[in-house]
């Protein structure tokens, strides 16, 4: 079995509870499509952010080691690769209809591709709901259907590995930081329209109490919020080898077991962590 193993950023432009899953500016969640910025889209990027907010970490999700059951391979080929979610993934609950607690999201559509842009690799593989459905939609599909692929909340993320991402003690000295690195900017900055979009995020961190970031407050809880999604991807796959750098020993005709979490939601920049694992079976020599 070939572990692939991947980290990074990603970007989410969505509103939240209690506002609609099509709101598409923020009225009464904790996240806002601020002046100057396009309307919230939903769409889960793990590349090419929109409208990157300043003081976001760098978007991007990338294959940083693999291994051949307990082996670390040096220098595989895949090392290094752009891991994606392509064809405009999103969270779909619609405010518990879909899926009745929180966290439990699922993804759709769930297709994931590895590319490396100097070596000639794309490697594809698509998830159905209903194998035996590819075209099903979230609409046709099972409560179960949807929570095979849904995620589940908790535990919080461990200090010490928030830490490790963020270089922050803990979520209430990470918002401190920004509330710091936001009023800096708004002394400098000369654009109106810049500016007051600055004002709202600093009013966002200042909520409720100026003078004290609550711990409960979700919008600093969050950041140590995870979700966890373990399935076997089970649908149509593509590989593009070139130059057969892979060797032709991916086996396509099994499910592709992944694994993932997400993690250090930053409602402020829209942005989150993800770190997981694509298992590919090799073919057996014969």
């Known amino acids: 079995m070939l572990f692939v193993n991947f980290a990074g950023y990603f970007q989410t432009r969505l509103p939240t509870d209690p506002d609609p899953t099509d709101e598409p500016r923020g009225v009464s969640g904790y996240t806002f499509a601020l ?3 396009p309307n919230f889209d939903r769409i889960i990027r793990l590349h090419e952010p929109v409208a990157l907010r300043k003081f976001a970490p760098e978007i991007g999700v990338f294959v940083t080691s693999v291994a051949n059951g307990n082996n670390i ?18 969270f779909w609950m619609l405010n518990y209809i879909l899926t009745q607690n929180a966290g439990t999201e699922a993804i759709s559509p769930f297709i994931v591709q590895i590319t ?3 070596k000639g690799i794309c490697i594809t593989r698509e998830d159905y709901l209903d194998p035996d459905k590819p075209d099903m939609s979230l ?3 099972t409560l179960e259907q949807m929570e095979r692929r ?3 909340l908790g535990p919080l993320l461990d200090l010490g590995t928030f830490r490790e991402i963020t270089q922050c003690e803990n979520p209430k000295q990470f918002r401190l930081r920004r509330l710091e690195q936001l009023q800096e900017a708004t002394k400098k900055s000369k654009d109106p329209i810049e500016k007051a979009g600055l004002e709202t995020r600093i009013a966002q961190i200042e909520w409720p109490n100026a003078n004290n970031i609550d711990w409960e407050n979700r919008r600093t809880k969050s950041l140590l919020f995870v979700e966890r999604r373990n399935f076997a991807i089970n649908g149509a ?6 130059d057969q750098l892979l060797s032709g020993d991916l086996d396509q005709s099994l499910d592709w ?3 993932f979490w997400n993690g250090v939601w930053d409602c402020d920049t829209l942005t989150g962590y993800m770190r997981g694992t694509l298992q590919i079976p090799l073919k057996l020599n014969t």
């Open 237 to 242: 796959s593509t590989i593009e080898d070139k």
């Open 257 to 259: 077991p992944i694994e």
């Open 35 to 37: 002046a100057g910025e």
């Open 73 to 90: 391979i040096e220098n595989h080929p895949l090392v290094g690769a752009k891991f994606d979610f392509i064809k405009e993934p999103k």
């Open 139 to 141: 609409y046709d599909a």
């Open 116 to 118: 490396t842009a100097d």
């Open 150 to 152: 849904g995620g589940a």
